[in-house]
């Protein structure tokens, strides 16, 4: 997979994320989600420094999932309990292909 195609992707999985958090009202995450897709979205508008981008919303995103009360705590709430490991899993999903496309750099 090119630089390109990763950083498309990382844009798509990167946006699910955002799209659940708007959804569970997390406003707190969203900002860094933000953040990352903006960096994301200058890179592919303009073709520009594609890896150093994709090395940059690494840094961000590890960032953000390190330390207590991270970004890597947070998870999707159901009074259902089978519907909350089936949400939290899919979550959990996304997050794995996003450390694996950022691992690959």
Do not use: C, H, P
């Amino acid at each position: 997979m090119s630089d390109l195609d990763k950083l498309a992707r990382l844009a798509d999985l990167f946006t699910q994320i955002r799209d659940i958090l708007i959804q569970e009202n997390e406003n707190n995450w969203i900002r860094g989600i933000n953040s990352i897709l903006n960096q994301i979205n200058y890179s592919l508008e303009n073709n520009e420094k594609i890896k150093d981008t994709i090395k940059s919303i690494g840094n961000t995103y590890s960032f953000m999932n390190n330390g207590n009360g991270s970004f890597s705590d947070f998870y999707i709430w159901r009074e259902d309990f089978d519907e909350r490991v089936v949400e939290n899993n899919k979550f959990i999903e996304i997050k794995d292909k996003i450390g694996s496309l950022i691992a690959n750099q």
